[in-house]
């Protein structure tokens, strides 16, 4: 089995615990990385054209304004074709309620015909938010198997959490 991990990461101002914090790395990218870590799995990182704010007040004011306008900003790069994986881990923080506009950019340009795919996500209390409907909606021919949801300051915890879900869902 060969995969995969497509996630959008915001490092900077973030909320976690129920305040504003400074990342140097996102906390989607450390779930990516103990992806890779368990299963091997490569590593893409959706970015988009346009960087976000770094304000992290600022920076929920323009993804709102995107989800709500259906705006799909550009990545700066696409993962190309995918036929050689079985698998893809799809990741990213819940923003309004799904994932990051640009992460759907991507995504909907891509054949899912015959993958698995395993959504996952961070937050500081949204759960999966929308997100396993969306990526339903979205990758069409993909079977699609339960999400993981781990809250971004637990993520230094998590790994064990992400080794069951992948034990629990890849058989």
């Known amino acids: 089995m060969k995969s995969i991990v497509l996630y959008f990461s915001k490092k900077g101002q973030n909320y976690s615990g129920g305040s ?3 990342l140097t790395k996102g906390n989607t990218a450390i779930i990516s990385e103990y992806i ?3 299963v091997g799995a490569d590593l893409f990182e959706i970015e988009s054209v346009n960087d976000y704010p770094i304000d992290y007040y600022e920076c929920t004011d323009v993804a709102k304004q995107e989800l709500r306008d259906n705006i799909r900003p550009y990545a700066k790069q696409t993962p190309g074709d995918l036929s050689e994986y079985d698998t893809v881990f799809i990741g ?3 923003w309004w309620g799904t994932y990051p506009m640009p992460m759907f950019s991507v995504l909907e340009k891509i054949d899912w015909s015959g993958k698995t795919i395993m959504p996952f996500s961070t937050h500081e209390g949204s759960g999966l938010g929308n997100v396993e409907r969306d990526i339903r909606k979205l990758c ?4 699609v198997k339960p999400g993981l949801a781990i809250y971004g300051s637990s993520v230094a915890s998590a790994k064990s959490d992400v080794e069951k879900w992948i034990k629990n869902n890849l058989k």
Do not use: C, F, K, T
């Open 36 to 38: 890779h870590d368990v």
């Open 20 to 22: 504003i914090v400074n």
């Open 140 to 143: 069409v021919g993909a079977n």
């Open 92 to 94: 990213g923080p819940i």
